[in-house]
């Protein structure tokens, strides 16, 4: 379907905003009145520049306050109404949204209304213009859509239609199914932008908090389908604002948009995910002196070494790190997933425009599928072979071990990429959100979003840490284990200064709330229960680098994070940092060598 | 009063906390819990490290989800009260804060909620320990203040009390009247906190966007008043957060804090204001080669020079203007403000925690009553004597022209200092906010606080640029002027690159919404309407550095700023900063000379 977006969507000027949309693909834009009052350029320019970048208008937005409003105001609003026809005409726009009334002083009465609707799209006609009228969800007496449609056939004008947004309708928890009441050639618009679900008034909500599809909790695809099946093929277009895109590169934010797009018809087709991760093929850390040891004091065993590139790997349980010695600070650099598919995996992901990494190979090595999520990290999808890259230092086979695999990955992302890696994660790996949080840092704030595949074969945690500029965003490799206590006990003893420590203040806290095996407190494993009785055992590493270790253990049935003991880990994180804690190459008591 | 303030109304470690509120003069603190919990040292070392300090440990908070709930949870509570008094008498606590129950599993009943509460107080005095029960405005089934006072009153044990939290009473819109039906001795804390007013569920608001008493729109002079005639002696104690605060300097925050309620504690007694300012003296700005010659441009003469610094006078009508040489670009760097008392208004600011500039004088200038506003700039409070630091270059008397004196300045602050400077420019100059708005911005958002004083006499305008780090913070200074529509006459014939080209779009719109005077379009002046006919016809200068000028003309009793143009504005601004209108030195055609 034909997509555009409404230039209120990006940042800067409305030639800027123009030149983005382009780039991004997209074939229209709906023009926000705001951007072509600030722009110096007249009507007709616009239009030219517009079609000089490909672009179609397909909307000029929004018109306000008309039917309904006292009879006094009729002869200026007609007048009002006139000028804009007329700026449409120079501007080449022949669709006009008209927002329901919001004024305090409208009169209540549908006949009044479908009377001013009409009169409106008789003096539209004259001019070549059609009106797309919309209920707002905080409109007077107008603001659900079916009131909206039931004005549109009372007025009964070819000219009239309704414009449908998805937050108005959403927001409001209206049922989208009645969509399929309206005749599709009535459709004249419909705009889409999904938010997350918040305890607001709708108007706050919807000016500070839209987000594009995918990204929020609304069912668009749900939407989209109803409306499909009530025949509109009209302009699929976004109609976002938020105050962190205000900010934010007008260009990512185009190019996002259009991903959202192309996944949300993926989901309507049911072509969304051809192949979902299965689980995790390795992580991959930067890691410039070995990571501290850390990987061998976790009883990891080097099993194997890069021919061509200095990077070892390290196995145990169904546990894979890649160790890489380039760079300059310990970090998590790229993802391994396994994939049944994994070329198709990546052209998936590049036809949601994704930036592919380059392929360039020596003959012999297995062929690479791999993308750069939002953040820098590099995703690569998986089949067996790229275990035979790395010439094998060991006889193949299982190094045991007590962890077992890779629980989860946590990656901070920066504060204006958070929505766009929610996307990402969704619509590339089919990962679903599972929790979102907030959780107080002594510096600040860290957002969470835990998102998980089928089964939990892949968790991403995917975070932002809105703290000063000075902090570090951490990430870390969380690993999973049967027995975190046993563990615990063997780094206690052997490697001291390796776990992070727990202040005696949380155990006593913990004490006081469940009754827990009194050796955790020694050991500085962290506990927590669900609502069903499940039970999440935990312990972290201190952090190298920008990266750390967590080891956790599930036991009846838990999907969360631990998230409410993640105030005291990252307090206890940032104290280790000042107090000069963060160990440089290697903590004290770890041996480099396998265990 | 006692002053205190919970430890999570600032930013860092506990340790840090402790530090800041010590050092901003608090008496005692009320720790929280998970600042507790995230501590490294014991219970007997914190409460240790707070006594050097000279901080009391006033309130140990919060214990949860107690009273009313289902009978076999009754043991496991009992049990966890029982830890958290052995825990405040390690800690020296003697007042434990109890939050209305929240979870879903409440059972309703007033007998059984205050059976509850009396058992809980009846352990609580094993320990030396009274309980401070209060109503959350989310509470599940006690959320009004009167009925944790009716519950603590049928409990009837004189461990029990209440805490009152102006957030949760005021929040819900409850009268605070009924506090004066509480015994001064069982009103045992008192929590204040401000907030603005947002169209959200209590909970995120409470959570998100409280501030400091003075920053946001709740009476809580009118509760203090109250609290007190009901006899309450205890202390005043800050319980504040917000995502800023989180981020912010606990140094600074805690200062701020205190500020606010010795600004409270004066509104109180009636001794808030003792020396409002009547207008505006002068605004000074440094003007590294004079301001690009606009004070001339604008109709401005000479009048004086300083014999000791590189300062000019100008004047024309009442508007007076220092431009001070020194300074690497130009800026707004201070306000001279007129005092009945300025010593006295110095005082009153020192009072209020305001840095004091320095008093070094030659013995033959006027003395200097002169303190620093959050953003850094020079308030001065002025009689006239400091017109005698200047050596007229003219004879005495006013020099003519249209403008008539300065309307308003606009200040932009760090968004960490924004609340800060509204509590400032409210307690210290005894400005009330006006309006609130939230701007567009091609490149963000522009928060935006006005703040005048009685009859308009001083106008002040905070700022806050949400946009990204390479745009400046501009300020201006908003001149008034009888006649804008003659101002730009001249202006466009004499100096056509002085004004800011506002684009014809604005004006077709203007056209379709009032018949104004066509002129307004070629000149470049904005216009505004009020709802009450009032008229606002504005224009502005090119940006010379940091700074700007608007000429103003109120018409008909408007009192605004002309917030519907700010967006036009703002653009024309970006626009020009980026086709290099900045015009350095001097806007073409500007001469030097006075007119």
Chains 1, 2 share one sequence.
Not at 98 to 120: E, K, T
Not at 394 to 415: E, F, K, Y
Request: proline letters at 8%.
């Amino acid at each position: 379907m034909r997509k555009s977006i409404a230039t209120v969507s990006v940042s800067g000027t409305l030639v800027e905003k123009l030149e983005a949309i382009a780039a991004a693909g997209f074939d229209g834009v709906e023009i926000f009145e705001n951007d072509l009052l600030a722009c110096p350029l007249p009507p007709e320019e616009i239009r030219a520049r517009a079609a000089d970048l490909g672009l179609g208008i397909d909307l000029y937005q929004p018109f306000r306050d008309f039917e309904g409003a006292p009879a006094e105001l009729l002869p200026g609003n007609l007048r009002r109404a006139e000028h804009k026809f007329r700026l449409m005409e120079r501007l080449g726009a022949d669709l006009l949204l008209l927002c329901s009334n919001v004024s305090p002083a409208a009169v209540p009465g549908d006949d009044v209304a479908a009377g001013h609707l009409r009169l409106l799209a008789e003096r539209a006609a004259e001019h070549g213009v059609r009106v797309a009228y919309e209920a707002l969800a905080w409109g007077r007496h107008v603001n659900e859509y079916l009131h909206a449609w039931r004005l549109v056939r009372l007025a009964d004008h070819p000219a009239l239609g309704v414009c449908l947004d998805s937050f108005h309708i959403l927001s409001r928890g209206s049922d989208p199914i009645g969509v399929e009441a309206i005749p599709g050639e009535k459709i004249f618009f419909l705009q889409l932008a999904d938010a997350p679900r918040l305890a607001m008034d709708v108007l706050p909500w919807s000016r500070h908090y839209r987000c594009f599809p995918g990204q929020g909790t609304f069912d668009l695809a749900g939407l989209l389908a109803g409306v499909r099946r009530a025949g509109y093929a009209g302009p699929l277009s976004l109609e976002v604002f938020n105050d962190v895109f205000r900010q934010a590169s007008a260009e990512r934010t185009a190019l996002d948009g259009m991903r959202s797009l192309i996944a949300l018809e993926r989901e309507v087709a049911g072509t969304a995910h051809p192949a979902v991760p299965t689980g995790f093929a390795f992580a991959e850390l930067a890691g410039p002196g070995g990571l501290g040891g850390i990987p061998a004091a976790l009883g990891f065993t080097r099993t194997g070494t890069h021919p061509g590139k200095p990077v070892e790997l390290w196995e145990q349980g169904g546990a894979r790190l890649l160790v890489n010695a380039t760079g300059a600070d310990p970090a998590l650099i790229a993802v391994g997933l396994d994939s049944p598919d994994p070329a198709g995996a990546a052209g998936h992901a590049e036809e949601l425009l994704s930036p592919i990494l380059p392929r360039a190979r020596t003959p012999e090595e297995a062929e690479l599928n791999a993308v750069a999520a939002p953040d820098g990290t590099e995703i690569f999808f998986c089949d067996d072979g790229w275990l035979a890259d790395f010439t094998p230092s060991r006889p193949p086979g299982t190094q045991p071990g007590l962890i077992t695999g890779i629980d989860h990955v946590a990656l901070t992302q920066p504060r204006h990429h958070f929505d766009e890696a929610a996307l990402f994660y969704r619509s590339v790996l089919g990962l679903r959100p599972q929790e979102s949080l907030e959780v107080p840092d002594p510096y600040g704030l860290l957002r969470s979003k835990a998102m998980s595949g089928p089964g939990g074969a892949v968790r991403v945690v995917v975070n932002v840490a809105q703290v000063g500029a000075d902090h570090l965003p951490w990430q870390h490799v969380a690993l999973a284990c049967d027995d975190v206590v046993a563990v615990a006990r063997r780094l206690r003893k052997e490697h001291p200064g390796l776990l992070l420590p727990i202040p005696g203040n949380y155990y006593d806290d913990l004490d006081a709330r469940h009754e827990v095996d009194p050796e955790l407190r020694g050991l500085g494993v962290l506990y927590d229960r669900d609502e069903h009785g499940g039970e999440f055992l935990h312990l972290y590493t201190v952090t190298v680098g920008r990266v750390f270790f967590e080891l956790v253990q599930r036991i009846g049935g838990y999907q969360g994070y631990g998230a409410g003991n993640a105030a005291v880990r990252l307090a206890a994180q940032h104290a280790g940092h000042r107090q000069g804690v963060r160990p440089g190459p290697r903590p004290a008591g770890v041996t480099p060598a396998p265990l």
